[in-house]
């Protein structure tokens, strides 16, 4: 059964710090690209960072660029979202998203909400 199951959200104040974590099971963690995005209240999903499967290439959102950043641990089937001076407008639910670009299987995690607020 596959599983991916995030952690780590809550609620913060606007310059404060929060990691995310996202625990894989159920299928081979290490031939997936990683990726976090994020849902707003009456938003679209956007594509926040993500990671290949060897962690040699990032990718960021322009709006999280020098504040987050992704990485992940093959030996423990996790991916992490660290998330630093945190504002506002980083307010929505953070999903995980698996992908194997070869035969194209994809997973999404359940969520986990991220509040910034004073």
């Known amino acids: 059964q596959v599983q991916l199951v995030e952690s780590g959200g809550g609620l913060v104040q606007p310059g404060g710090s929060l990691r995310l974590s996202c625990a894989a099971s159920?299928?081979?963690?290490?031939?997936?690209?990683m990726t976090w995005y994020r849902q707003a209240p009456g938003k679209e999903r956007e594509l926040v960072a993500a990671?290949?499967?060897?962690?040699?290439?990032?990718n960021y959102a322009d709006s999280v660029k020098g504040r987050f950043t992704i990485s992940r641990d093959n030996a423990k089937n996790t991916v992490f979202l660290q998330m630093n001076n945190l504002k506002p407008e980083d307010t929505a639910v953070y999903f995980c998203y698996a992908i194997n670009y070869f035969t194209k299987d994809d997973y999404w995690g359940q969520g986990t909400q991220v509040t910034v607020s004073s």
């Open positions: 159920g299928f081979t963690f290490s031939n997936y690209a």
């Open positions: 990671i290949v499967s060897t962690s040699s290439t990032t």
